[in-house]
């Protein structure tokens, strides 16, 4: 029975989690600085050890209503295509492993072709947290203006 080790983390009132070797870093919320005609998802760019790093805002690309940011929001930093990329979300809890027996794939009707960057579904001790692949969250084209943004 093998184990992963995976981020947990909150949008809303859902739980979600991610392969931890995906985490570049994961750092409190720190002031956006907005880009000029960005994506609707993208809320700006934040300065982190001297590195620019684009921020996603998960909630708007997954369509989740806003909420106010508060002293747990975090913002988690992943490699994509080589780049930093920020994902704002409302808590970062807690890195857990789990067994690969505890995650089933996902149903259909959570996944769908337009939802390749859900890998599957954890059974965590009582619960259920959906797993992602954060750099598949973006599309090709996506991932292009992402990367561009300096």
């Known amino acids: 029975m093998a184990e992963m080790q995976y981020v947990v983390f909150r949008l809303s009132k859902e739980k979600y989690c991610i392969d ?3 985490v570049a870093g994961i750092t409190e919320f720190k002031e956006i600085t907005a880009v000029p005609e960005a994506p609707y998802f993208i809320d700006g760019i934040i300065n982190l050890r001297g590195d620019i790093i684009p921020i996603v805002n998960l909630k708007k690309r997954f369509n989740i209503e806003q909420t106010e940011k508060t002293a747990d929001t ?3 930093v992943v490699k994509v295509a080589g780049k930093d990329v ?13 067994s690969t027996e505890d995650i089933e794939e996902a149903p259909e009707i959570i ?3 337009d939802r390749e960057y859900i890998s ?10 959906i797993v992602l692949d954060l750099e598949r969250v973006l599309n090709e084209e996506e991932k292009n203006v992402v990367l561009a943004i300096e």
């Not at 994902?87 to 789990?98: G, L, N, W």
């Not at 599957?120 to 947290?129: D, R």
């Open 120 to 129: 599957g579904v954890a059974k965590i001790a009582g619960e259920i947290a």
């Open 86 to 98: 920020g994902f704002i979300v409302d808590e970062a809890s807690q890195v857990i492993r789990i």
């Open 111 to 113: 996944k769908g072709k």
């Open 20 to 22: 931890i070797s995906f």
């Open 74 to 76: 975090r913002i988690i």
